[in-house]
């Protein structure tokens, strides 16, 4: 009779078991178990774990005028995974139940069930998101246990108590354990899994995202998409991918790139939903993808809103071949996608917006020519249009070339060779007005001459150094630019033999204080602030000066490839 309990509870346990698996693929039970369920949730879970138990009287099996049965198992789940509320409702639904069907064992059995539904939501309070199988097992077994000592402490005749306890105890202590253990560990395995593959999704997710960033930063259009739509495409297993503007396709890769061509209009009213909405759509069928040829492999699609601005300028599309084939995994990926294409777009707007402040500031140094420096100029060519006309020619054509490669040079990179012509046309202009008191040498090796660096970097220097090192001083000067790559980094160094620096105002452009405060001029200022703009922590501008001595500014700039933040234009 025993061995025959033991069957009998198994059949049971295997069918709760079998709800078990179909209750965890809910929606419902994962937010249950994330402690995300509302009211009206939970109340609908005391009404189906109350009803698992209910089911588990009914298929008790009669012996000695009480029933060997698994009622517990869906009161004890319901309290374990719902919390106490869950479990003592659903003990008070499924017991009252049992109270009903009569029976020397019933009101004892019906108090039982209230009881275990609290104890049960007692530890799945204490252990949330930690019910392993083997402490459910020691908990189920132990909840039994306790009913069977209510059994024995109301139920009348004792003597009938105690043989009923004696023969049934041991099988439902032992099966109605395991059946919980396995109820939890089923929908545990079942909420891990979905972890496990969000997991995989978003890590997939931010791969695609980082290979896009770079080709999100230009903005969405038909490139940019093709180049998207074909990285999506070739890192998922979906069908076909899509990327839209408002009005057309941008790009389709994937099946049925045929006929779903770039450039023609979008047809899909789920597109257009997706579009006016800012929500996502789902094309579950090949009729709803609106696709007019007959023989087109995309049968099921989801529609992804790129938002911009507060406003929709695109979509995303992914395709199944199989209608209805849109896995709420796929959902998932899909909005995650669309949320960090979302978020591309925004940076791309804000590093263009800044590239065009970086631009206008650079615009505003070429416009801010020292006027002195265009005044003493001038004044040099005209004393020389009295005395050596030709001489005077020559400054002109000089000062001509040193304009336009000043309104030329700010906003591109250019070669150091480039640069040396510019500086050499402004040192044409200054070595006339100051004669013999000026003497500049270069020392520059070849390497170092197709080396590209920012334009307009090293003329404003060679001007600090006449302007504060060489022009208060009334003996001749020299200036000496010497360059050279050193480590894959051009090094190069503007030094002069000038009055020098104080260490006050040394001191003050160390701890940051604006140069122009300092008496070093807004050029000077301007070319540090750019290699910082450019190339972050990877440049270097340093100044090292004696007063009396004279001053050397070295800077360290990396290739141009590893500029930063900033897009030069050619």
Known sequence: ?????????????????????????????????????????????????????????????????????????????????GGPLVGIAAGLLAGGHRMLLGGFTALACGIATVVEGAIAGYFGRKFPGNLTGKRSLLIGMGIEVVQMLIILLIARPFTAAWDLVKDIGLPMIIMNGI????????????????????AVQAQKALYIA????????LGLNKVTASRVAKIIYEQTDVAAVALTDREHILAH???????????????????????????????????????NQPNCPLSSALVVPL?????????????RERA???????????????????????????????????????????????????FNALNTVASFCRTDSEKARHLILQLGDFFRKNLKSGDKFVTLREEREHIRAYLAIEQARFSERLCVREEITDDALNWRLPGLTLQPLVENAIKHGIYPMSTPGEILISAGVEEEILV??????????????????????????????????NVAQRLQILYGERADFVIESTEGTGTVITLRIPPAAVAERFEMIE
């Open 210 to 217: 980082n290979l896009t960033l770079p080709i999100l930063r």
């Open 253 to 291: 890769v994937g099946k049925g790139s045929d006929h779903h061509e770039a450039g023609r209009a979008i047809r899909t009213q789920a597109t257009h939903e997706a579009l006016d909405s800012g929500e996502l759509k789902l094309a579950a069928t090949q009729l709803e993808i609106g696709c």
């Open 179 to 198: 059946g919980i253990s396995i109820f939890v560990t089923v929908v545990k395995g079942s909420l891990e899994e979905e972890d496990r593959i969000g």
């Open 324 to 374: 209805l084939g849109i896995s709420p995994v796929d959902w998932e990926f899909g909005a995650g996608l669309g949320m960090l294409f979302s978020t591309q777009l925004e940076l791309a707007n804000l590093e263009a917006r800044a590239r065009l402040v970086n631009r206008a500031e650079l615009k505003a140094l070429q416009a801010q020519v020292n006027p002195h420096f265009l």
């Open 1 to 81: 009779m025993l061995w025959e309990l033991f069957k009998d509870l198994s059949l049971n346990i295997s069918l709760i078991v079998t709800l078990a698996y179909l209750m965890s693929r809910t929606k419902l039970f994962r937010r249950m178990l994330r402690g995300k369920a509302n009211l009206q949730e939970k109340l609908f879970l005391v009404l189906l774990f109350g009803g698992i138990g209910i089911a588990g009287t009914y298929t008790g099996i009669d012996f000695k005028g009480a029933l060997a049965n698994s009622r517990v198992i869906g009161v004890a789940v319901g309290g374990l995974l």
């Open 307 to 319: 938002h911009f601005q507060q406003s929709v300028v695109g979509t995303l599309k992914i395709y």
């Open 492 to 525: 190069v160094r503007i030094s002069d033999n000038g009055v020098g620096i104080s260490a006050e105002k040394l001191n003050s452009i160390h701890d940051g204080v604006e140069f122009s405060t300092s008496g070093l001029g807004i050029g000077l200022q």
